[in-house]
């Protein structure tokens, strides 16, 4: 009972933040903009719209879920320290763990909520766009699934993670900044040096979860074993820090 409350009050303070809001109202347009323009790549490029390859990079926006509700969970949980608000939380529930569970269970779900309207929103922009187009939505291809499918997936791990970010770090600035930079730059770099050892980091095992088709990637399977072990080594890393660290520093 007590965790069901600590729980309500979580979810509580994710309306009360204007910043969820904003974050996912960005979502929805970047998906919506972001998948016409891929599909306009494909055409100028001459692959296939509707087939393979250029359906699923024409729905590679389901990323954007994983990368924003990130973003929202590091605030979520850093956010306790930057406002003061830790030693109330963390008075309230003398048993730190309890909180980062909470509060990965709330931003797990929200991770869920994301994941589901950008995919939505994929797929009805995919819809509208290949039927102006003359292609029709290939709604029979597994293509089309395992990508939203798999899309909804790394958005509750990387909501997950993005808690475990932000109660290692503590500072939702540095943490944004730094997670945003190893995934985006980093892990990038790595997997164009070596694809054999980048993909196992934690952004390209979410690309392979998402069913991007990018050469050398983890299978969806295997990409979503390594997300989540990624997610659960941090997350031990950031319980640890808040059960056992000064919550006023």
Known sequence: MAMSRLVSSEWRKVRAIPTMWWLLLAMLVATAVGTVLAFMLNEIRDVPPNVGDGLGEGLHTVGFASVLVMVAAIIGMA???????????????????RVVAAKSIVYGLLGGIFGVLN???????????????DYGLPMHQSTLWLTLGGGVASAVLSAVFGIAVGAALRNQVIGIVLVLAVQQVLEGSLFAASSSVGRWTASEAAAALRNLPTEGLLTMGTGAAALAAWTVGL???GYLRTKRGDITT
Not at 90 to 95: A, E, I
Not at 122 to 131: E, S
Request: charged residues 15%; without cysteine; proline residues 3%.
């Open 79 to 97: 956010g306790e320290f930057r406002f003061g608000q830790a030693d109330q939380t963390f008075l309230s529930t003398p048993k730190r763990g």
């Open 119 to 133: 995919a939505s929103v994929a797929l009805a922009t995919a819809w509208i766009w290949l039927t102006i187009k």
């Open 235 to 237: 997350l031990t890393v």
